[in-house]
């Protein structure tokens, strides 16, 4: 099963939900703003990316730039601020096999398939 955390408004990641069905992928789809991941499963999908937490985020979003910019936070700390604020995890982030891949561009995620 491939797992997507999908934001319905986001051009890249429809095309990579549309990616995956054009690929016949069994897809579980995780509507992270409506469901944010917990602390450990965000973890996880960082450990899996092979990034850092401040990787992820996506520092052109209004709230991270009135409260987190220019701010220096523990990994810990920002895993704990995607969590609360889900908005600024960056999308879409597939997952399949304990591998993950960031669908920026959707074709990434054509190496974890």
Known sequence: MTKIFHNPRCRKSRETLQ???DKNEDVEIVEYLNTPPTVSELKDIVRLLGIKPEQLLRKGEAIFKEEFKGKELSD???IEVM???PKLIERPIVIKNGKAALGR????VLDIL
């Open 19 to 21: 990616l995956l069905a």
């Open 76 to 78: 810990d700390e920002w």
């Open 83 to 85: 969590v609360a604020n």
């Open 105 to 108: 561009p959707p074709e990434n």
